[in-house]
């Protein structure tokens, strides 16, 4: 995951549902996935990332980020904070590196 924005040809219809499920939450809702979004910034899990022969900057690795939200109780069980990366995305904090829209 990372978090750069940045739209492909294939991911629009993806897109496009990931942006209605984020603005039918309520304004209460996104607030608080943007509070996530600023306090897994600056968890130190964001950093340079290398996945085979590839470099990201900026990244983080999901299955971290979820620990990293239960530890932080910002999620009960792994389902939730799976959600959690679901609406980090469909918010446009982070976006997956390989393009597609799934948080495991």
Same mark, same amino acid.
């Given at each position: 995951?990372?978090?750069?924005?940045?739209?492909?040809? +294939? *991911? *629009?219809? *993806?897109?496009?549902?990931?942006?209605?499920?984020?603005?039918?939450?309520?304004?209460?809702?996104?607030?608080?996935?943007?509070?996530?979004? +600023?306090?897994?910034?600056?968890? +130190?899990?964001?950093?340079?990332?290398?996945?085979?022969?590839?470099?990201?900057?900026?990244?983080?690795?999901?299955?971290?980020?979820?620990?990293?939200?239960?530890?932080?109780?910002?999620?009960?069980?792994?389902?939730?904070?799976?959600?959690? +990366?679901?609406?980090?995305?469909?918010?446009?904090?982070?976006?997956?590196?390989?393009?597609?829209?799934?948080?495991?």
């Amino acid at each position: 995951m990372s978090f750069r924005r940045k739209q492909t040809e +294939g *991911s *629009s219809t *993806s897109a496009l549902v990931l942006a209605e499920k984020w603005s039918s939450l309520e304004k209460d809702e996104q607030q608080r996935i943007a509070h996530i979004a +600023g306090e897994l910034r600056i968890s +130190g899990h964001v950093g340079d990332q290398r996945h085979r022969l590839h470099k990201y900057k900026n990244a983080f690795v999901a299955q971290q980020a979820i620990t990293w939200m239960l530890q932080q109780r910002h999620a009960a069980d792994r389902a939730e904070a799976c959600a959690i +990366g679901a609406l980090l995305v469909a918010g446009n904090f982070v976006r997956p590196v390989n393009d597609t829209f799934e948080f495991p």
